[in-house]
């Protein structure tokens, strides 16, 4: 049983910063992807960034030169920096880990979310 825990989300006025951390039991980043993922009002849940077992990286379009995923494999920890935040960027963050692949479809354990809300 992978037990992730999502933190840091909170109101942020456009263009600021927020830091979103999920917790993972140990030695979970040595078999699984981890991934983030958000669903706005309205919309079907979207892939936003992941971090996979062989260290690449991967981030949506929209996302992109804004968002950055990190990983400390000491505290078990997962982040998503995100930077330049806009009003669309509202939406419950979800921390999720598979063992293959990076899409919704693939992720096995999910966290129960942390809503991100950007003012305008």
């Known amino acids: 049983q992978v037990r992730l825990v999502e933190s840091g989300g909170g109101l942020v006025q456009a263009g600021g910063s927020l830091r979103l951390s999920c917790a993972a039991p140990?030695?979970?980043?040595?078999?699984?992807?981890m991934g983030w993922f958000r669903q706005a009002p309205g919309k079907e849940r979207e892939f936003v960034a992941s971090?996979?077992?062989?260290?690449?990286?991967f981030y949506a379009d929209s996302v992109k030169g804004r968002f950055t995923i990190s990983r400390d494999n000491a505290k078990n920890t997962v982040y998503l920096q995100m930077n330049s935040l806009k009003p669309d960027d509202t939406a419950v963050y979800y921390c999720?880990?598979?063992?293959?692949?990076?899409?919704?479809?693939?992720?096995?354990?999910w966290g129960k979310g942390t809503l991100v809300t950007v003012s305008s």
């Open positions: 999720a880990a598979g063992r293959n692949g990076i899409g919704s479809s693939a992720m096995e354990y």
């Open positions: 140990g030695r979970t980043f040595s078999s699984y992807n």
């Open positions: 971090f996979s077992k062989s260290d690449n990286t």
